[in-house]
């Protein structure tokens, strides 16, 4: 039999309604036989995560507050949900447990844990699933790293023996039995983890929107869906910007070479996105998304005969790293090489690193150029299709943006330009619909 895992987004588990659609999915393939939950989101635009209510708790319990009135949507919530579904499930002894541990001064991760914890119990008394606590199967190393051999296995020699299971995303444990959670989002990583571990044929990820669109829709009106992308793409388009899984969710799954499916709760007939390992042998669209984002300063160096120079870009690269700024790339040319650099990670530190590159490098000129914007065009079909980078320019010069800095991975699978930050908005648009 196939072995689907499927993990539901906070949006798809809000409230009883959204319940039931999820039942209703996961009775409609046999294959979906294990499930990630994440914690109830947003129900509307001015609703509060739980995720968030149970951060606040804790911090309410570390100033010295009552967690009292938070902690009472909470109770709301959850039981609302188990009292719309006719549940014979006494969830408020499992509420009490939390709220005291919180009360006594358990951790912020583990407070945080606690809305994955209780929606998964919650969902597998629902579906008639046996419920995994995931503090016994996902293993964090004491630095907060997982433990990703460990808890493969662990998740293999439990898996094998349960062939339906609710396993709650977002947490595990260390050595010590002690909550750790992942960052914010960390339920895709949950799922993937399962998927990697029992070798599914699928890893499905349902959520409020039907796949990942070509572009922003802030920016986009009416974007098109992505049918399918590649993992490298993907990685691409999400490094500059585009907000869709967590980024760590890509790798166990990208290893087991099983494709990820995202697919939206609310229109599940809709195919969503695809996310393969490879599209070798299929006809590819010469772009598949636009991504970008604001706010970077570019030094450009130059020093005539800096080809020739040994440890150049060495020195100047040891100046960034003295400083613990982090760059996001360095086009270089004969005599030039420049250093994007996000503005959050260059802070207040740009006239130390200049005067440092002049000092021990000795170059003829540094030129700033600050509110700088980057949009990245990415497409694995542009190595076999010509005229993509002209395409890409040539709609920018028609929109008049100034471009003021190029580069083209060797990959060629994405095109980086730098323009004005006030030129963003249009130039996306104008990239967007130059290939639709
Ligand atoms: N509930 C957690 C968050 O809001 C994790 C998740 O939803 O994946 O970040």
């Not at 969503?272 to 006809?283: A, L, P, R, Y």
């Not at 690269?317 to 700024?325: A, G, H, K, P």
Request: net charge negative.
């Amino acid at each position: 039999m196939n072995k689907v895992v499927t993990k539901f987004g906070g949006s798809s588990l809000a409230d009883a309604s959204q319940f039931k659609k999820v039942k209703e999915i996961i009775l409609a393939d046999d294959a979906r036989r294990y499930v990630i939950p994440s914690a109830p989101g947003k129900r509307h635009g001015k609703d509060t995560k739980i995720t968030d209510l149970l951060y606040l708790c804790h911090m309410h319990v570390e100033t010295g507050i009552s967690l009292e009135d938070v902690f009472k949507h909470i109770e709301e919530r959850y039981t609302g949900i188990v009292n719309d579904l006719g549940l014979d499930l006494d969830i408020s002894t499992y509420l009490d447990v939390v709220k005291k541990d919180i009360e006594n001064g358990a951790s912020k991760d583990y407070a945080a844990s606690r809305g994955e914890y209780l929606n998964g119990i919650i969902l597998a008394n629902y579906l008639g699933y046996d419920f995994v606590d995931a503090k016994e199967v996902i293993l964090f190393n004491e630095d907060g790293t997982l433990n990703s051999e460990e808890t493969n296995k662990r998740l293999k020699d439990k898996l094998c023996k349960i062939e339906r299971a609710v396993i709650p995303g977002f947490y595990g444990a260390d050595e010590q039995g002690e909550i750790v959670t992942f960052s914010r989002g960390g339920s895709d990583v949950t799922g993937s983890l399962v998927a990697a571990s029992i070798n599914a044929d699928l890893y499905e990820n349902w959520t409020d929107v039907s796949g990942f669109l070509m572009a922003d829709p802030r920016i986009v009106e009416n974007p098109k869906t992505i049918g399918k992308i590649t993992y490298k793409e993907l990685r691409e388009l999400s490094y500059m910007g585009a907000s869709v899984l967590h980024e760590e969710a890509i790798f166990p799954v990208k290893e087991a070479g099983i494709p990820i499916n995202i697919k939206n709760t609310n229109l599940p007939e809709d195919k969503g996105t695809i996310i393969v390992q490879d599209t070798e042998n299929e006809k590819c669209k010469t772009i598949t998304g636009i991504a970008g984002k604001k706010n970077f300063t570019v030094i450009s160096i130059e020093k005539a005969m800096m080809n020739n120079e040994l440890g150049f870009c060495r020195k100047v690269l040891s100046i960034l790293e003295m400083n613990n700024i982090s760059f996001e790339n360095m086009p270089a040319g004969i005599d030039t090489v420049c250093l994007v650099i996000a503005d959050s990670e260059l802070k207040k530190k740009k006239d130390i690193v200049i005067e440092e590159i002049r000092r021990s490098c000795n170059p003829d000129s540094i030129v700033v150029h600050p509110n700088m914007a980057m949009i990245a065009t990415v497409g694995k079909g542009m190595a076999k299709n010509k005229g993509v980078a002209a395409k890409v320019f040539g709609a920018l010069a028609k929109a008049k943006i100034n471009i003021r800095m190029i580069d083209q991975g060797s990959s060629e699978m994405n095109i980086l330009v730098g323009i004005e930050n006030e030129d963003f908005e249009r130039a996306i648009k104008s990239i967007y619909n130059a290939f639709n």
